[in-house]
């Protein structure tokens, strides 16, 4: 069974950091990559950080680049958002999906075909 599991969210002041994870398990991890989505109350879905060019470009929405990073540890199957400098425009419901290609800003995506079920992140300000 493929699942996809978030964790690290939580409650942080602006200007804090936090960092997510997203274990997977029920696929072999190398043959598909994983990408980074919110979507925050009232606004639609936004993929926010992925792998493209086969997993060797890390792609960035623009409203987080410079603040987040994102990584693997294939040996873990598990993805990483790293997220710095948070402000309170980042609060949303954070979520990791499997996709066999991602494209240029995150924005193109296919073959995605499951989705973690979210883990919370609230930015105080």
């Known amino acids: 069974e493929v699942q996809l599991v978030e964790s690290g969210g939580g409650l942080v002041q602006a200007g804090g950091s936090l960092r997510l994870s997203c274990e997977t398990s029920g696929f072999f991890f190398d043959d598909y990559t994983i990408g980074w989505f919110r979507q925050a109350p009232g606004k639609e879905r936004e993929g926010i950080s992925c792998?493209?060019?086969?997993?060797?470009?890390?792609e960035y929405a623009e409203s987080v680049k410079g603040r987040f990073t994102i990584s693997k540890d294939n040996s873990k199957k598990t993805s990483y958002l790293q997220m710095n400098n948070l402000k309170v425009e980042d609060t949303a419901t954070y979520y990791c999906?499997?996709?066999?290609?991602?494209?240029?800003?995150?924005?193109?995506?296919?073959?995605?075909?499951?989705w973690g079920k979210g883990t919370l992140v609230t930015v105080s300000s």
């Open positions: 792998f493209s060019n086969g997993g060797s470009t890390a």
């Open positions: 999906a499997r996709a066999k290609w991602y494209g240029r800003d995150c924005k193109w995506y296919g073959g995605l075909d499951y």
